[in-house]
Every structure is written in structure tokens, then in C-alpha cells.
């Protein structure tokens, strides 16, 4: 396991499930570091501490370090994890949780040796079942409306109970609810409190009210 620099908060324990950190997960797509950290503050202030910032651009490792070191209040996790490198270099760069959008066994293995919450992604019943065989129960169902929606996860959880899901993937404020109020949901990602507009025009206050908005939902 590759230990984070001494100036970052430490790793939530491994036996802490991404699941129970927040009831809404927001994910978050930066192209400037610059970002990160007022960012990071606005969804910490209007009660979204756990924040996924996606592999997705040149300015998604800065990202997160710039937030594990300067944004006590946040545990700030890495989407789109899809390779043990991803692995290494966002748990190095201060990354307190995992987000993969599927798994291999090579990519499950990097995760369970990083020593920080994992979530592997799925979108069918034989890789839910696969995950349950190699003892991991919490998962991220993505892409969440492409892939059936809150029908589809009704549906696994008669023959599937021990299966735990956050969907991901075109979920809105208006139809989170109704994925949370499934037996087999504990939490929901998504991005629309942190709209790219929001963020190209640096309106942090935006971001904040539409953050509090998202955290009233696990009221």
C-alpha cells in the first residue's frame, strides 16, 4: 500500500464503506486545479463532505491533492478509477475513498490493497453476483438510468439482498429520492450541484445552496 504524505488527513479505515459517508456523493469534473479547494469548501458548507473528483482531466490528481490538504472538512475520493496505477496515484495524492465505473480482478486486487473504501462499478446481475463471490457487497451501479434505473434495482433486491448500491449516472435532485428509498441503496452520485457553469463562472454560493439542497435529501 502506498502511504499518504504526512500533510493529509488520514484514509478513513477500510472497513468504512464509501455507502455510509454522505447520503448524496457529488462528482465532480475539474479542468483547473485552481478550482479545487473553493470547490471543495462550497459542497463542505452546504453539508457534502464526501466529494468524487473524476480521472477525467489533466487536472484531476492536483485536484485532489489541493483538496486532501487544504479542505480539512472534506473526504475527497477519485472516480473513474479504472487501472492499479489510477489506484496508486490518487491514494498517494491523498484519495480517502475509490470509485471504479467496472472491475477486473486486476483492478479489484490494486483497490483491496490500497487500504482506503472502495466502490467497484456494475451494471449487470452477473457482476453483482461476481463481486459477491469475491466478498465485496458494496458497489456503484453505473450507468444508473442507462442501465434500468430504480426498476432494475428494485428487481435485485429480492434474489440479491446483501448487494448495497450508489447509483451513478444521469441522476437528478428531482429523481435521487426515489433511488434512495430503495432497501438496496445507501447513497446516490451526481453532479448536478456542481453545474459547469457554476464552476466556469466561480459562483461558489451557487454551488453551496444547490449542495444543501442535495444534503437535505438524507434529512
Known sequence: MTSSPASHPPAAPSDTSVLDL???????VLH??????????????????????TLRTAAALESIRAIAAEVPGAVVGA????SPQHVRDTVEAGARFLVSPGWTDA??????????P?????STTS????????????????????AGGTAY?????????????????GISLASAPSYLALPNVACVGG?????????????????????????????
Open 22 to 28: 454522505a447520503p448524496v456523493v457529488p462528482v465532480v
Open 32 to 53: 483547473d486545479a485552481a478550482d479545487a479547494v473553493p470547490l471543495a469548501r462550497a459542497l463542505v458548507a452546504g453539508g457534502l463532505p464526501a466529494i468524487e473528483v
Open 79 to 82: 472516480g473513474t478509477v479504472i
Open 107 to 116: 483492478l479489484l486486487e490494486a483497490m483491496r490493497e490500497s487500504g482506503v
Open 118 to 122: 472502495f466502490l467497484p462499478g456494475v
Open 127 to 146: 457482476e453483482v453476483v461476481a463481486l459477491l463471490e469475491r466478498g465485496v457487497s458494496d458497489m456503484k451501479f453505473f450507468p444508473a438510468e442507462a
Open 153 to 169: 434495482l428494485k428487481a435485485l433486491s429480492a434474489p440479491l439482498p446483501q448487494a448495497r448500491f450508489c447509483p451513478t449516472g
Open 191 to 219: 453532479s448536478w450541484m456542481v453545474p459547469g457553469d457554476a464552476i466556469a463562472a466561480k459562483d461558489w454560493d451557487r454551488v453551496a445552496r444547490l449542495a444543501a439542497e442535495a444534503a437535505a435529501l438524507g434529512a
